[in-house]
């Protein structure tokens, strides 16, 4: 789509592209794999929007938008009335952010598939762990859910490490770091899926905030 653009924009366009994915699309492997862990991740996404729909109703969880700067287009050519060329103005952060309600303080979530027996541990990249880990220290909401074949866990994202120093994590190594999840068949609903929110409770955050010492309602 992008071969009849002008090189200028064909340019910006694959920088942007390097940005967002940290220059890794070159390797065929690593592209099929890409591909695969995006098929994953939209099936789970919609099991997972659907359950805490059922579960939680009063809890509120937005998509963020992936930071992107317009650089061109308006209709015209390939484009169709209401399309533009965009190109990432920097790599995202975590996917979604959660609203408790009932004036409890929210936070941020990170929802990783694989169809695959593993996870890598860069699959949470940097800009997202860095937020992540901003928001655990201040006494927030903070988590990763990952959903393999064998289950679904939740991991704080100070936990997201190896417990046999290699660089991806298995279910054995997610039993060590995170909770697994308890997963639920909504009576009356068609939702089934994994009581992430549950789980995340019993990861024992910090009862206190660490910059400010004051003390949060996790219930």
Known sequence: MTSKLPQGLRDLIEASNRRQTGGRTSDPRRVKAGRKARAAGEATEAQFMAITRALYPDLRIRKRPTPTKRIGGRGGGRLKAGQFIAVYETRSGPDYDVHLGSGRPGGLLELKARADDRIALDAVEHEQMRELLDYHRAGLLAVIVVSLPAGWWVVRPDQWASPRGLATLTPADLDQ??????IIRVIGS???????FGAYHRTRPPETCERCGAARSWG
């Open 177 to 182: 770091v995170g909770q697994r999840c308890n």
């Open 190 to 196: 068609h939702a089934y899926g994994p009581d992430w």
